[in-house]
T-cell receptor
């Protein structure tokens, strides 16, 4: 079946440090890939997405590139801020129907804490 | 637009009780879904709907019922609550049935079953 594996957390960084959160996937079809962010006490917000190979999603200084050859979608940011502290989820959805129609498959989430 | 709204924010139930978690969206979205979030497991799909009057099961449907009588509302019913249903529940919607479109999530309902 489809699955998403994220690097284990928690991740603790100092402000202005470089961030990478690894995400790899297995999919029975051709997926779109997403990063969602969950701030404390809130729901999930879409951070960025990519719908085909070699696409780069970007938002708020975060970037991720859809790498079909390595089945990866790693999240990066050049200089993190305290306000980036949150839980980050990598997710995929198949672009066609089948048994997983409409289902977002999530990774387990990575907790990021940024200290001043 | 209020987006996706959920009520209540927090609920405590006793084993065997029933309740309905409410979800509404004001974006005229065709597709709605319910997920549960458990520690270390990400989110898992419970039920989904591709339009009014049409619902289907997701990954973990047992113990839950849904209905979609209007485009706006998609309530989730727990028939007889069990401690294993202690979780955070998120409702989500997207504009069409097209999978690559963005899904928008509500703020969640935290449920504790004693």
């Amino acid at each position: 079946g489809d699955s998403v594996t994220q690097m284990e957390g928690p991740v603790t960084l100092s402000e202005e440090a470089f961030l990478t959160i690894n995400c790899t996937y297995t999919a029975t079809g051709y997926p779109s890939l997403f990063w969602y962010v969950q701030y404390p006490g809130e729901g999930l917000q879409l951070l960025l997405k990519a719908t085909k190979a070699d696409d780069k999603g970007s938002n708020k200084g975060f970037e991720a590139t859809y790498r079909k050859e390595t089945t990866s979608f790693h999240l990066e940011k050049g200089s993190v801020q305290v306000s980036d502290s949150a839980v980050y989820f990598c997710a995929l959805i198949l672009n066609a129907g089948g048994t997983s129609y409409g289902k977002l498959t999530f990774g387990q989430g990575t907790i990021l804490t940024v200290h001043p | 637009n209020a987006g996706v709204t959920q009520t209540p924010k927090f609920q405590v139930l006793k084993t065997g009780q029933s309740m309905t978690l409410q979800c509404a969206q004001d974006m005229n979205h065709e597709y709605m879904s319910w997920y549960r979030q458990d520690p270390g497991m990400g989110l898992r799909l419970i039920h989904y709907s591709v339009g009014a009057g049409i619902t289907d099961q997701g990954e973990v449907p047992n113990g839950y019922n849904v209905s979609r009588s209007t485009t706006e509302d998609f309530p989730l019913r727990l028939l007889s609550a069990a401690p294993s249903q202690t979780s955070v529940y998120f409702c989500a919607s997207r504009r069409t049935r097209t999978n690559r479109e963005t899904q928008y999530f509500g703020p969640g309902t935290r449920l504790l079953v004693l």
